[in-house]
């Protein structure tokens, strides 16, 4: 069997596995199926490294994460000779560079979580100078990668060839909400994710204040589960519009707790505003995981997960600015949708099942692994 080596330059909390991490090691085990595979990572305060069926934990010393992480595969994993190298970038640098050249007898792809990521990068000084080091030496990478992996249609990316896919998740991991009665009155919706900007609650929030306002006299809950950097800006907004009765907040929760809190709901909130950080569609993990628990979902763009023909039926599309959820519009989707909930559920998870498995989504990567290895 053909040895793989999967570095993932991300923070995996195993007491509180958020959408990132859950991929990561999702992945790790789709490519356990096929190779001999390793992953490094990094973990709270350390390193990981997964391999066999254990996680060995790697103190940072006095080095800095990244550091640790470069220094630990050179000396301990580049001996290894691994056919496939599957990298997450974390934007280049020379060190970086280095690495791969070090890796350079190996079959090697990257994956670009987000492209376009110019205007994220760019709104803040910290961003930019993380900019103007990766476009400094990124030109480099032809030279040792043989794809791009990419949820973008792009053909190209940095003069490499790409591989499109979508984002996936393991199916049999979650199992379809249980569905039980409510009132007739009553929608609840529900988001879960770690907030951002791109994600754009505020609309949905500032929608059912105009909702109420103006009279609404059907109950419509939101239930918003995670942290994130834009919470305290949702709170700030649910305590001006006196919004408390309708608007719940969970922080983070998982295993048992989030199933049983996904039992309660109709709707699930995709991300609403993309086009702050300068896109036009993107791979949510999330949309995956409301697809498989059979949720019909509100997002300003067409969801992946899904056909065109499929998007019509599950997908209340909304428009891609700043306006304020319309949740009368809302509640006539709700009304649309909702006509027998059991087949509606597993309708929606079998649509998107197809085309969203990580076994599916991961086929064009092992495929060019296993090419003239």
Excluded: W
């Excluded at 080596?5 to 789709?30: C, M, Q, R, T």
């Excluded at 048992?256 to 300068?278: M, P, T």
């Excluded at 600015?321 to 519009?329: C, G, H, P, T």
Aim: net charge positive.
């Amino acid at each position: 069997m053909n040895k793989l080596l999967y570095i993932a330059p991300v923070i995996i909390d195993l007491e509180k596995l958020n959408g990132v991490s859950k991929k990561v090691l999702n992945h790790y085990k789709i490519f356990r199926e096929s190779y001999k595979a390793d992953m490094i990572s990094y973990g709270p305060n350390c390193l990981y490294h997964f391999h066999d069926n254990s996680v060995d934990t790697i103190p940072l010393g006095k080095l800095k994460r990244r550091l640790k992480l470069y220094s630990f595969i050179k000396t301990n994993l580049v001996p290894n000779q691994y056919e496939c190298i599957y990298i997450r970038y974390h934007l280049s640098d020379f060190l970086f560079i280095y690495l791969l050249k070090l890796l350079n007898n190996s079959k090697i792809a990257i994956e670009i979580p987000t492209y376009p990521y110019k205007h994220e990068l760019l709104k803040s000084q910290k961003g930019l100078l993380r900019y103007l080091i990766d476009i400094t030496s990124r030109s480099f990478l032809k030279l040792y990668v043989g794809r791009i992996v990419t949820y973008s249609e792009d053909v190209n990316i940095f003069g490499i060839k790409t591989i499109n896919t979508i984002n996936g998740i393991i199916y049999d991991n979650l199992i379809p909400s249980q569905k039980k009665n409510r009132p007739e009155l009553e929608i609840n919706l529900i988001s879960v994710s770690v907030t951002m900007i791109c994600h754009g609650y505020d609309r949905l929030i500032v929608g059912l204040n105009d909702y109420y306002k103006n009279g609404g006299n059907v109950n419509v809950f939101y239930h918003l589960v995670g942290d994130g950097i834009e919470i305290e800006k949702y709170k700030g907004l649910v305590e001006k519009y006196k919004l408390g009765k309708y608007v719940k907040f969970y922080g983070f929760k998982g295993g048992q707790e989030l199933d049983e809190i996904y039992d309660k709901v109709d709707i699930a909130i995709n991300s609403l505003a993309i086009h702050r950080i300068g896109l036009k569609t993107e791979s949510t993990i999330k949309s995956k995981e409301y697809a498989a628990k059979g949720l019909p979902m509100v997002s300003s763009y067409e969801i992946d997960a899904f056909s065109p023909e499929d998007n019509k039926k599950y997908v209340l599309k909304i428009s891609a600015d700043e306006s304020a959820v319309n949740i009368d519009q809302l509640i006539q989707f709700y009304g649309q949708v909702y006509n027998d909930t059991l087949i509606l559920s597993t309708d929606i998870r079998n649509a998107s099942r197809k085309r969203s498995d990580m076994r599916v989504t991961l086929k064009g990567i092992i495929d060019y692994f296993n090419t003239s290895i």
